[in-house]
Nanobody, 122 residues
Framework: VQLQASGGGLVQAGGSLRLSCVAS????????MGWFRQAPGKEREFVAAVNRSGGSTYYADSVKGRFTISRDNAKNTVYLQMNSLKPEDTAVYYC????????????????WGQGTLVTVSS
């Protein structure tokens, strides 16, 4: 299983970015997918998760209303649309494969991508 995240970069506060994560999983649609992030000097934290069909989503309070997670099972891809970005959103963003139920706990995710860096300037 491999997860390849992309789409990070440098953006000004208030701007937008769209992250993508392509998964080499034969049964991609069988798993919850999630995004986490790790800011410099901080522990990794949950950002968002999407259920197997894409019909249900779950967000951390810090990103609710600004970020949108979605997936395209035909393309084995999960996305994170990030709007109204703030400097505190600066972090390395990781996609991860979950289980069958929605969760924000890292221990529920077993495969992780390499991360993509998002830097938000003030």
């Amino acid at each position: 299983v491999q997860l390849q995240a992309s789409g990070g970069g440098l953006v000004q506060a208030g701007g937008s970015l769209r992250l993508s994560c392509v998964a080499s999983i034969r049964t991609f649609s069988a798993y919850v997918m999630g995004w986490f992030r790790q800011a410099p000097g901080k522990e990794r934290e949950f950002v968002a998760a999407v259920n197997r069909s894409g019909g249900s989503t779950y967000y951390a309070d810090s990103v609710k209303g600004r970020f949108t997670i979605s997936r395209d099972n035909a393309k084995n891809t999960v996305y994170l649309q990030m709007n109204s970005l703030k400097p505190e959103d600066t972090a390395v963003y990781y996609c991860a494969r979950g289980g069958f139920g929605m969760s924000g706990r890292e221990t529920e995710y077993d495969y992780w991508g390499q991360g993509t860096l998002v830097t938000v300037s003030s």
